[in-house]
């Protein structure tokens, strides 16, 4: 089995910073991409990209984040953290972590956390 386990989600005020970090666990193999998603308003509940991170570094992110948030990876603890600042209102929702790994007995697949509440105040 592979978890992903989230923590650091919260209530902010608009302008303040809160810190998401991930850690992958169980018969992991490799781990190409780390990230995080979030949830889109509405109904259909879609999740929209974040940022993402491959294990050489290199890094995504969405639009509307850019400038804001940083995505950093660990390598050897199978850990990714979004540091995300200069929160708005809008960035209020479920935030996802996921993770494009193999794992120990070979299969490949996209995983994902349970989901943590941001909260951005006006």
């Known amino acids: 089995q592979v978890q992903l386990v989230e923590s650091g989600g919260g209530l902010v005020q608009a302008g303040g910073s809160l810190r998401l970090s991930c850690a992958a666990s169980?018969?992991?193999?490799?781990?190409?991409?780390m990230g995080w998603y979030r949830q889109t308003p509405g109904p259909g509940k879609q999740r929209e990209l974040v940022a993402t991170i491959t294990s050489g570094g290199s890094t995504n992110y969405a639009d509307s984040v850019k400038g804001r948030f940083t995505i950093s990876r660990d390598n050897a603890k199978n850990t990714v953290i979004l540091q995300m600042n200069s929160l708005k209102p809008e960035d209020t929702v479920v935030y996802y972590c996921?993770?494009?790994?193999?794992?120990?007995?070979?299969?490949?697949?996209?995983?994902w956390g349970q989901g943590t509440q941001v909260t951005v105040s006006s």
């Open positions: 169980g018969s992991i193999g490799s781990i190409n991409v």
């Open positions: 996921a993770a494009h790994l193999r794992t120990g007995w070979g299969n490949i697949q996209w995983y």
